[in-house]
T-cell receptor, first 116, second 113 residues
Framework: AQKITQTQPGMFVQEKEAVTLDCTYDTSDQSYGLFWYKQPSSGEMIFLIYQGSYDEQNATEGRYSLNFQKARKSANLVISASQLGDSAMYFCAMRGVSGGYQKVTFGTGTKLQVIP | SQTIHQWPATLVQPVGSPLSLECTVEGTSNPNLYWYRQAAGRGLQLLFYSVGIGQISSEVPQNLSASRPQDRQFILSSKKLLLSDSGFYLC????????????FGPGTRLTVL
């Protein structure tokens, strides 16, 4: 069974500072993928970044980077130079195989608030 | 580029009434399609997924059903809504590639009274 754990219900960060959102996962699959999504108050889920389990380098997309530590089963999201528009819910997710098909499991989310 | 539409955006329905939510994808062929539900302040729960026309798999037993009458159309239905059906319903698509990134629509906020 797959499991995603986000232990920070809420986080605050000062504008222009960097912030790390934690995510740990549990899976018995050898091949899997890890995702981060942003959900602003409008509700839409916005894809941010992807990391494959066999990728040797950490994924980066603009101000977003994924700190992938396979041995620790963690996939933390780092947002550099926070902006007010980064205030939102952030969800970590994992793609693996369950019941014979690829399934994505989501964490419970972290609410990030950027302070001016 | 691909786009995904959902309607209606918001819906208020009485208990026991029927439901029909529609999702359509443009700009791609034969996508995998998904319906999720998000209760207030919670994560996403996968309800249904489809890999092709007429092919629907259910994740959890409930009074909801899904259909895929066309390649890029996915419909979520209920014959009789329950109070517990209230929530935010999100449709998503993916290409079934090795990364299989899912892209979400704007969602439908359903309130059952």
């Amino acid at each position: 069974a797959q499991k995603i754990t986000q232990t920070q219900p809420g986080m605050f960060v000062q504008e222009k500072e960097a912030v790390t959102l934690d995510c740990t996962y549990d899976t018995s699959d050898q091949s899997y993928g890890l995702f981060w999504y942003k959900q602003p108050s409008s509700g839409e889920m916005i894809f941010l970044i992807y990391q494959g389990s066999y990728d040797e380098q950490n994924a980066t997309e603009g101000r977003y980077s994924l700190n992938f530590q396979k041995a620790r089963k963690s996939a933390n999201l780092v947002i550099s130079a926070s902006q007010l528009g980064d205030s939102a819910m952030y969800f970590c997710a994992m793609r693996g195989v369950s019941g014979g098909y690829q399934k994505v499991t989501f964490g419970t989310g972290t609410k990030l608030q950027v302070i001016p | 580029s691909q786009t995904i539409h959902q309607w209606p955006a918001t819906l208020v329905q009485p208990v026991g009434s029927p439901l029909s939510l529609e999702c359509t994808v443009e700009g791609t062929s034969n996508p995998n399609l998904y319906w999720y539900r998000q209760a207030a302040g919670r994560g996403l729960q996968l309800l249904f997924y489809s890999v092709g026309i007429g092919q629907i798999s259910s994740e959890v037993p409930q009074n909801l059903s899904a259909s895929r009458p066309q390649d890029r159309q996915f419909i979520l239905s209920s014959k009789k809504l329950l109070l517990s059906d209230s929530g935010f319903y999100l449709c998503a698509w993916s290409l079934g590639t090795s990364t299989d990134t899912q892209y979400f629509g704007p969602g439908t906020r359903l309130t059952v009274l």
